[in-house]
């Protein structure tokens, strides 16, 4: 079965603390992004990766980190720069980050931060 | 500001009938639009899309329509059911730079199909 997986589904780390999300694709897709999710709010972007070694920031970079060593993986490292951590994170991947592809998501992993 | 925008955070309609959910846009140079819907604690799904050369596309119970002269697209579901229930984003994405297309998300609408 093809897809995205995003694990563990809870997560719960003390404040001052790094951690980091795991995301896997098995989609052979280039491209792979992460977006965090609030009550209430869309979708926001922190970070994309269009190919392997390669990443950009997306609108709330401030606080994440990123790697795209491997095509099938892009972990997400929340380090204790971010000021609102506690989210609900998604990973998506695209075939191409060029051209209308849509975006498949991963299944989320809630992240509480105390 | 919000480049796209979805007013109704949540909307009630009864099993068999029409749901309407609307998206408004600011950015002109957005020209590719999707609906994704979306489960409590999953990840979103993709649903259908449109692109700016249309202003209609349809698969199945779901319609998507685009008014680019009023930058607003909508998503028909008919007829609507019990399963329908979900939040749904809408989004909408342009060329980047070299060419990367990004999306931008919604707040989303929650819809409940009431049997």
């Known amino acids: 079965d093809g897809g995205i997986t995003q694990s563990p589904k809870y997560l719960f780390r003390k404040e001052g603390q790094n951690v980091t999300l795991s995301c896997e694709q098995n989609?052979?897709?280039?491209?792979m992004y992460w977006y965090r999710q609030d009550p209430g709010q869309g979708l926001r972007l922190i970070y994309y990766?269009?190919?392997?070694?390669?990443?950009q920031k997306g609108d709330i970079a401030e606080g994440y980190s990123v790697s795209r060593e491997k095509k099938e993986s892009f972990p997400l490292t929340v380090t204790s720069a971010q000021k609102n951590p506690t989210a609900f994170y998604l990973c998506?991947?695209?075939?191409?980050?060029?051209?209308?592809?849509?975006?498949?998501f991963g299944p989320g992993t809630r992240l509480t931060v105390t | 500001d919000q480049q796209v925008k979805q007013n109704s955070p949540s909307l009630s309609v009864q099993e068999g009938r029409i749901s309407i959910l609307n998206c408004d846009y600011t950015?002109?140079?957005?020209?590719?639009f999707l609906w994704y819907k979306k489960y409590p604690a999953e990840g979103p799904t993709f649903l259908i899309s449109?692109?700016?050369?249309?202003d209609k596309n349809e698969d199945g119970r779901f319609t998507v329509f685009l008014n680019k002269s009023a930058k607003h697209l909508s998503l028909h579901i008919v007829p609507s059911q019990p399963g329908d229930s979900a939040v749904y984003f809408c989004?909408?994405?342009?060329?980047?730079?070299?060419?990367?297309?990004?999306?931008?998300f919604g707040k989303g609408t929650k819809l409940s199909v009431i049997p």
């Open positions: 998506a991947s695209s075939r191409t980050g060029v051209g209308d592809d849509e975006q498949y």
């Open positions: 989609l052979n897709h280039d491209a």
């Open positions: 990766s269009q190919i392997v070694n390669d990443f």
């Open positions: 950015n002109s140079m957005f020209d590719y």
């Open positions: 449109i692109s700016s050369i249309k």
């Open positions: 989004a909408a994405s342009e060329v980047y730079g070299a060419g990367s297309y990004q999306l931008t």
